[in-house]
């Protein structure tokens, strides 16, 4: 079914730099959208980046473009976000998950079928 | 306001049958996905192009779809079923992913 594992969450100053990761098992990375999601405390999901099977695909939210990247390793089953230039509301636990872009099959969106337990990020002076 | 809007709140007593609601504004007709979260936890799929149940899940859960709403039902709701559940969605190019707001189910 698969498993997924973030880490390089922590505390960092406004203005500041974190690159989280996300290490896959149990399924074949390779050929799989790869999404992060982001939720602040005590509120809800927001998608915040896809990136498509080969890596040449990349989306973000708005609040983000420019600041964040994804990446992905698929040689070594791995998902990345570098995230810069870092505000106190992107303070918020960021989950990887299975899925999330287009299906050319159907045109419709793949589900995020495989979640990480979840890392947290705190932008705090 | 989200383009999926969703009541915050839903309470039944156990064994009784909830229905949680998901309306979608300006969004094309996307097949609707639908997650469980409970507290501390990720998300969990729980119901997959609107309709279908991943392995797994309960039987209880079944989702369906008319017009602009989205439903989420769960029959002989148990004590563990409290949670919060998120539909979720697509934009006009399937590529963009949108949640709404989310839903608290409190089981009495």
């Known amino acids: 079914e698969g498993q997924l594992a973030e880490s390089g969450g922590g505390l960092v100053q406004p203005g500041g730099s974190l690159r989280l990761s996300c290490a896959a098992s149990g399924f074949s990375f390779r050929t799989y959208w790869m999404t992060w999601i982001r939720q602040v405390p005590g509120k809800g999901l927001e998608w915040v980046a896809n990136i498509k099977e080969d890596g040449y695909e990349k989306n973000y939210v708005d609040q983000v473009k420019g600041r964040f990247t994804i990446s992905r390793d698929n040689a070594r089953d791995s998902l990345y976000l570098q995230m810069n230039n870092l505000r106190v509301e992107d303070t918020a636990v960021f989950y990887c998950?299975?899925?999330?872009?287009?299906?050319?099959?159907?045109?419709?969106?793949?589900?995020?079928?495989?979640w990480g337990q979840g890392t947290k990020v705190t932008v705090s002076s | 306001s989200s383009d999926l809007t969703q009541p915050p709140s839903v309470s039944v007593s156990p064994g009784q049958t909830a229905r949680i609601t998901c309306l979608r504004h300006?969004?094309?007709?996307?097949?609707t996905y639908w997650y469980q979260q409970k507290p501390g936890q990720a998300p969990v799929l729980v119901i997959y192009k609107d309709s279908e149940r991943p392995s797994g899940i309960p039987d209880r859960f079944s989702g369906s779809s008319s017009g602009t709403e989205v439903t989420l039902t769960i029959s002989g709701v148990q004590a563990e079923d409290e949670a919060d559940y998120y539909c979720q969605s697509a934009d006009s190019s399937a590529t963009y992913v949108v949640f709404g707001g989310g839903t608290k189910l409190t089981v009495l």
């Open positions: 300006s969004l094309p007709k996307r097949y």
């Open positions: 998950a299975r899925g999330g872009g287009h299906d050319v099959l159907t045109g419709d969106v793949f589900p995020l079928d495989v």
